[in-house]
């Protein structure tokens, strides 16, 4: 019987079948939205047990793949069109990263988690912690490389706002390495039933998984800032405090959004990105005489109907300026009222 041939075989099927249940698995979990908490993934464990599991040279395709098919699968613009989302670059990236520490230290991982003892539960749980943190700190970074004006106090309210989906990301990652990889890798390690790679892994084949993940490093940095996306796993956008809240009364229906203010937004200019995220029709006219722009309709309801006019405040204050020449920092409040006005 020709072993090697088996062994072959085997890795394609191994290959394969990772790839399916992680990009059916991320459809199902984040697409489909049958997460139990926010957050919770299977794309970190799989790459740790592709890692285990396969050779290293085709091992860090188990995430990249997955990433790549779910992403295709749930909609989000990966490598197409002028939408290009350049996070996903970070994400791959950081799942590359993850495989490369895997994949280097594959021997000392597969001894720690060969057994089924109250220790081993521990170093599993603790390295889907270890695992998460370093994604997370990664990919953070890419949002605020990517997204936000290159400054500590941005940097910090990046992180600061990624706190709650990191920790969800850690429970999941404890959830799943002591649910999943350490019942598999003591059953691989104790049972012939699958047939582990036991040969030492040569520098030469450590070397293409280190220059691929190098180079998804370069590229994930080629980006630079743009429009905050409209998927994400991480979004300051879902912090009231990092983001202007925008709730817009109208006649007899509400819309409520929150937008992430660059430098010199104005209340009319995030009015015009929230138009243009909720699909609702916003009119306005110049006026010299006031040097301002005043609104005429949000989404179709004009001034002037009934005796009523759009009255916007910040905070629950009137400003008494224009809405183009309010200028809004994050972590404001701006409610447009269709209303009566006093004359």
Not at 90 to 111: E, H, P
Not at 124 to 149: C, E, K, Q, R, S
Not at 166 to 189: D, K, N
Not at 287 to 315: A, H, R, T
Request: aromatic share 14%; hydrophobic share 50%.
């Amino acid at each position: 019987m020709d072993y090697k041939k088996m062994f072959d075989i085997q890795q394609i099927m191994l290959l394969i079948g990772f790839i399916l249940i992680g990009a059916i698995g991320r459809y199902v979990l984040f697409g489909l939205g049958v997460q139990p908490f926010p957050n919770f993934e299977i794309i970190m464990v799989l790459t740790f047990l592709a890692a285990m599991f396969l050779r290293p040279t085709i091992a860090f395709l188990v995430p990249l793949f997955s990433m790549i098919f779910s992403d295709i699968l749930i909609g989000n613009p990966i490598f197409v069109g002028s939408q290009m989302n350049k996070i996903v670059l970070f994400t791959y990236s950081g799942f590359a990263i993850i495989a490369l520490v895997n994949i280097l230290k594959r021997d000392q991982l597969r001894n720690a988690l060969g057994k089924l003892r109250l220790k081993n539960i521990g170093i599993a749980g603790g390295l889907g912690v270890g695992f998460v943190l370093i994604y997370d700190v990664w990919t953070n970074m890419g949002w605020w490389y990517l997204m936000y004006p290159h400054n500590t106090t941005t940097l910090a309210a990046v992180f600061t706002a990624g706190i709650p989906f990191m920790i969800y990301h850690m429970i999941s990652g404890v959830v799943t390495f002591i649910a999943i990889a350490l019942p598999i890798m003591v059953i691989a390690t104790n049972k012939d039933i699958i047939r582990l790679p036991t040969t030492p892994i040569k520098t030469m084949h450590k070397i293409p998984v280190a220059l691929l993940v190098i180079l998804l490093i370069g590229l994930s940095f080629s980006g630079t800032a743009m429009k905050v996306p409209q998927k994400s796993e991480v979004w300051l956008e879902h912090s009231e405090t990092t983001s202007v809240t925008v709730v817009i009364d109208g006649d007899g229906w509400t819309i409520s959004d929150n937008v992430f203010a660059y430098a010199d937004d104005t209340a009319f200019t995030i009015l015009q990105r929230c138009s243009k995220r909720n699909d609702f029709v916003l009119e306005y006219t110049f006026w010299e005489e006031f040097d301002s722009i005043l609104i005429d309709s949000i989404n179709n309801v004009e001034n002037g109907k009934d005796g009523m006019y759009w009255q916007y405040y910040v905070n629950e204050d009137i400003p008494m300026i224009g809405s183009d020449n309010y200028k809004l920092e994050n972590g404001d409040y701006v409610r447009w009222s269709f209303e009566e006005v006093p004359w």
